[in-house]
């Protein structure tokens, strides 16, 4: 069984920055592309960042580029998001999640494994 979990949201003011983290349980994380997701309020949830197996590659949705940066420590069988220059907008709770196949520089690609979450909030 793969569990995933997320920490390090929290609330912070505009123009703040956080770093999400999510560990990775069991033998075969450097083997998982991984992913971040949000979902606000009354929203369905929409693509953040992946990153493939050696982290040497990345995607970004539209609103996440050049403010966020998506990395991996296979060592510690960790996926990071560092938030910098936060907006109202990024409220939203943040899951990570673990795709066993090929197709994750799909912004739509499906998922295997999902954490369950961190809340952050993005105060005006």
């Known amino acids: 069984q793969v569990q995933l979990v997320e920490s390090g949201g929290g609330l912070v003011q505009a123009g703040g920055s956080l770093r999400l983290s999510c560990v990775v349980s069991?033998?075969?994380?450097?083997?998982?592309?991984m992913g971040w997701f949000r979902q606000a309020p009354g929203k369905e949830r929409e693509f953040v960042a992946a990153?493939?197996?050696?982290?040497?590659?990345?995607i970004y949705a539209d609103s996440a580029k050049g403010r966020f940066t998506i990395s991996r420590d296979n060592a510690k069988n960790t996926v990071y998001l560092q938030m910098n220059n936060l907006k109202p907008e990024d409220t939203a709770i943040y899951s990570c999640?673990?795709?066993?196949?090929?197709?994750?520089?799909?912004?739509?690609?499906?998922?295997?494994?999902w954490g369950q979450g961190t809340q952050v909030t993005v105060s005006s």
């Open positions: 999640a673990a795709e066993r196949g090929s197709s994750w520089a799909d912004p739509n690609a499906e998922y295997d494994y």
């Open positions: 069991g033998r075969t994380f450097s083997t998982y592309a």
């Open positions: 990153i493939g197996w050696s982290g040497s590659s990345a």
